[in-house]
């Protein structure tokens, strides 16, 4: 029945922004301090992402980044998030109607998107792309020989586009089979409904292991499209993106200056005057972003940084096995890059 | 008493006169509405341009750039929006008409059986409705779908019941009769028969009325659709060659194919809403007083004549209006298919609105949609409704 969640989230939208006034910069600061807490969109059901576990608490890269921006505000993650799971048709539309004050739902950052969802992406949390999974017994070995195939495909998300643009450049026949939740997509290509599943190879790679038989099914080394997926704000509230921006990137700044939840005690005492400035013992960087001058000791204290929470959600050590890959430091040859903290 | 009837209208106010304060009531009412409409939809608009949100109906001519599972008009990735919900519009009708059709024809039997003089048929026709009545029609649509593709075979085991059908959990492909100008010819043979078969049976009605003479239209009505085509297809050369599904790569190609999500879709619907109708029936036929069929007995009609002319044709004044609510409702509830993978105009409107960010006017076509076909069907079954009714003298 999730449909109806859209349909409803759509007249909520008509609704309220009808009635509200509009977000102007500082808006989302002030309400989530006064209400205690941040509300995040998160996937719900991606396993490594957004996903909470057989007690209830929500685990995943994503839901990190929303812890990082809560202690970030509060210092303390005490009850400071609570969490909407969201289908990727229902997600910005939350974002918009302000059901939600930030969205890390493993979202793809487009230019259209950007441009005509009245929202804004910050930096990059996980450097993705569409891979194609099989089960092995098929026999295939690469992309390309796939002309003719049925393949699974969640609906209402770039991977639908690029799947299309993948057949039509390389003039192959499919069929799709397009079913709204991830659970019951991946029931059906397990039973064996579909010969392909598409989606963002870290989706696949949980996919994967929440089967019965993880052994029985390959991810293809084909990748077809480049996802960066980025938590996302509300266009117009320059001082909140900010603050998501940069609590993201203190975890990526962390890891390069290798502070971790474990040392970070020891490096408030450094000398080393970036440290100092990053770890606020010189204070500057909290007030410019109107934030307290700990606030990233605090997120790297009570989350840790990028390595640490990518290995513990999604790394080579945890049922999904993702190596870094893109998602390494620039100094090791991946992505992942902060501006300096002055 | 004797003071306000000396006194009459002249001296009331005019807001005191019944009839000019109804229509005062009735104009504030319809400015208030009009006033609320137009500061939602200015507010949308006003706060839509604010957050830079696109907004119109320009959407429409771009390239949609996704595939659609089933389709039955051209369609790919390289047409418009537009199109590519034509294409939801259709296969919505599609699962509703067929889902109508047989879920009107089954609810009937079942409604019939419940009340069959048999213990055996009243009873299974009670389960069945007990059964299917009281089970959310979802989880009816995951039960089928899972059936379906985790009982049958993929399709390189699929099964092949008779030669030219093949079943897995791809659906089930089955040969059809391969291009040839006949099959076209054929179709419109049928149609000719069709409508010669409706003007004899009215000649035939009319006739009976005037004479009492009885006319076998129902069986040469029966030869006229069955023969025409036939001869047609003799007259043509008598083609038989078919097009047989066959196994190539991942999947069977040629034949027609019946998805496994349609087969699910429809299964449910029309399970579900059958229980519903057959209920229905069951109570207009028991609205009848059994003095009537006594009555039309007693005048030597027999027993399927006293079904036919005396029964049903009262029962359906009963049955008409609960059971137009109940097919709009298998209508509306065909929208469900996205949860099973039926790309119907749900699915494909929430693809084009997640592509486009255009929320606003993706529910308002959805609405706009839904509302038309329900009206449709509701003006339909007034009509008949209307046609069957008691005919005052």
Request: charged share 10%.
């Given at each position: 029945m999730r449909h109806f969640k859209s349909l409803f989230i759509g007249c909520t939208l008509l609704l309220s922004s009808a009635g509200l006034v509009f977000a102007g910069n500082g808006d989302t600061l002030k309400a989530v301090q006064a209400k205690g807490y941040i509300q995040a969109g998160v996937n719900g059901d991606l396993f490594g992402f957004g996903k909470a576990d057989q007690k209830g608490v929500w685990k995943g890269l994503d839901v990190d980044t929303a812890r990082a921006v809560a202690v970030a505000v509060f210092g303390d993650l005490k009850d400071r998030v609570r969490y909407t799971p969201l289908t990727a048709k229902t997600r910005f539309t939350a974002l918009q109607s302000k059901e939600i004050d930030l969205l890390t739902r493993n979202a793809t950052q487009t230019l259209g998107r950007d441009t005509s969802l009245g929202l804004d992406f910050v930096q990059v949390n996980y450097y993705d792309g569409q891979g194609f999974m099989i089960p092995k017994a098929l026999g295939v070995k690469g992309a390309k020989e796939l002309g003719g195939a049925t393949v699974c495909v969640l609906p209402g998300t770039t991977t639908e586009q690029n799947a299309a643009d993948f057949f039509r450049s390389n003039n192959m026949d499919w069929k799709t089979v397009t079913i709204e939740s991830t659970a019951e997509l991946s029931q059906a290509f397990f039973a064996g409904r579909c010969d392909v599943m598409t989606s963002d190879a870290s989706q696949l790679a949980a996919i994967r292991a929440s089967s019965p038989k993880p052994d029985s099914y390959m991810i293809l080394p084909d990748i077809i499209s480049k996802e960066p997926l980025a938590p996302a704000v509300r266009h117009g509230d320059n001082q909140w993106k900010d603050i998501v921006n940069y609590s993201v990137l203190t975890m990526i700044n962390a890891e390069e200056f290798g502070i971790t939840s474990k040392n970070v005690d020891e490096m408030v005492k450094s000398k080393d005057p970036k440290i100092q400035r990053f770890l606020g013992v010189t204070a500057g960087n909290g007030k410019a972003l109107g934030l307290d001058e700990k606030f990233a000791y605090n997120i790297i204290k009570q989350v840790g940084n990028y390595g640490e929470v990518f290995e513990r959600n999604v790394g080579v050590n945890t049922p999904l096995g993702i190596e870094r890959g893109l998602n390494a430091l620039w100094t090791n040859g991946g992505l992942m890059y902060s501006p300096p903290f002055k | 008493m004797v003071t306000t009837n000396e006194n009459p209208a002249a001296k009331t106010r005019f807001w005191n006169d019944e009839k000019t304060r109804g229509i005062i009531y009735q104009v504030v009412t319809a400015?208030?509405?009009?006033?609320?409409?137009?500061?939602?939809?200015?507010?949308?608009?006003?706060?839509?341009?604010?957050?830079?949100?696109?907004?119109?109906?320009?959407?429409?001519?771009?390239?949609?750039a996704f595939e659609i599972g089933e389709k039955s008009i051209e369609y790919s990735a390289a047409d418009s929006y537009g199109r590519a919900l034509v294409v939801g519009v259709i296969n919505t009708?599609?699962?509703?008409?067929?889902?109508?059709?047989?879920?009107?024809?089954?609810?009937?039997?079942?409604?019939?059986?419940?009340?069959?003089?048999?213990?055996?048929?009243?009873?299974?026709?009670?389960?069945?409705?007990?059964?299917?009545?009281?089970?959310?029609?979802?989880?009816?649509?995951?039960?089928?779908?899972?059936?379906?593709?985790?009982?049958?075979?993929?399709?390189?085991?699929?099964?092949?019941?008779?030669?030219?059908?093949?079943?897995?959990?791809?659906?089930?492909?089955?040969?059809?009769?391969?291009?040839?100008?006949?099959?076209?010819?054929?179709?419109?043979?049928?149609?000719?028969?069709?409508?010669?078969?409706?003007?004899?049976?009215?000649?035939?009605?009319?006739?009976?009325?005037?004479?009492?003479?009885?006319?076998?239209?129902?069986?040469?009505?029966?030869?006229?659709?069955?023969?025409?085509?036939?001869?047609?297809?003799?007259?043509?050369?008598?083609?038989?060659?078919?097009?047989?599904?066959?196994?190539?790569?991942?999947?069977?190609?040629?034949?027609?194919?019946?998805?496994?999500?349609?087969?699910?879709?429809?299964?449910?619907?029309?399970?579900?809403?059958?229980?519903?109708?057959?209920?229905?029936?069951?109570?207009?036929?028991?609205?009848?007083?059994?003095?009537?069929?006594?009555?039309?007995?007693?005048?030597?009609?027999?027993?399927?004549?006293?079904?036919?002319?005396?029964?049903?044709?009262?029962?359906?004044?009963?049955?008409?209006?609960?059971?137009?609510?109940?097919l709009l409702n298998l209508t509306k509830n065909s929208s469900l298919a996205v949860a099973i993978g039926y790309p119907d105009f749900v699915q494909v409107a929430g693809t084009t609105i997640n592509q486009t960010g255009q929320a606003v006017e993706g529910v308002a076509l959805m609405m706009v949609v839904y509302l038309t076909l329900s009206l449709l069907t509701s003006v339909f079954m007034n009509w008949y409704n209307k046609k069957i009714a008691i005919i005052e003298r």
């Open positions: - | 400015a208030l509405v009009a006033f609320i409409g137009y500061y939602l939809i200015s507010n949308v608009q006003d706060n839509m341009a604010k957050q830079s949100i696109a907004s119109g109906f320009g959407f429409l001519e771009k390239e949609a009708l599609k699962v509703s008409l067929i889902g109508i059709l047989l879920t009107t024809i089954l609810g009937t039997i079942i409604g019939v059986c419940t009340l069959s003089s048999n213990w055996l048929i009243s009873k299974l026709g009670t389960i069945y409705v007990e059964v299917f009545q009281n089970i959310p029609v979802l989880l009816q649509l995951f039960f089928f779908y899972a059936l379906f593709y985790e009982a049958f075979p993929g399709p390189r085991q699929a099964l092949n019941p008779i030669s030219g059908v093949f079943i897995s959990n791809r659906g089930i492909d089955f040969a059809i009769p391969a291009q040839h100008l006949a099959w076209s010819y054929m179709v419109n043979a049928f149609l000719a028969a069709s409508v010669i078969t409706f003007f004899m049976v009215r000649w035939a009605r009319k006739r009976q009325e005037r004479t009492g003479q009885q006319f076998p239209s129902f069986w040469l009505g029966l030869g006229l659709l069955a023969g025409l085509p036939l001869l047609t297809w003799v007259v043509c050369g008598a083609p038989t060659e078919l097009d047989i599904p066959a196994l190539k790569g991942f999947n069977f190609q040629g034949g027609k194919n019946i998805s496994p999500e349609f087969s699910a879709l429809l299964f449910g619907l029309v399970l579900y809403t059958a229980s519903f109708i057959a209920q229905i029936v069951r109570a207009g036929i028991q609205s009848i007083s059994h003095g009537q069929t006594e009555a039309a007995m007693s005048i030597g009609l027999k027993t399927k004549h006293v079904l036919s002319l005396v029964i049903f044709p009262q029962a359906l004044r009963v049955i008409i209006p609960p059971l137009t609510s109940q």
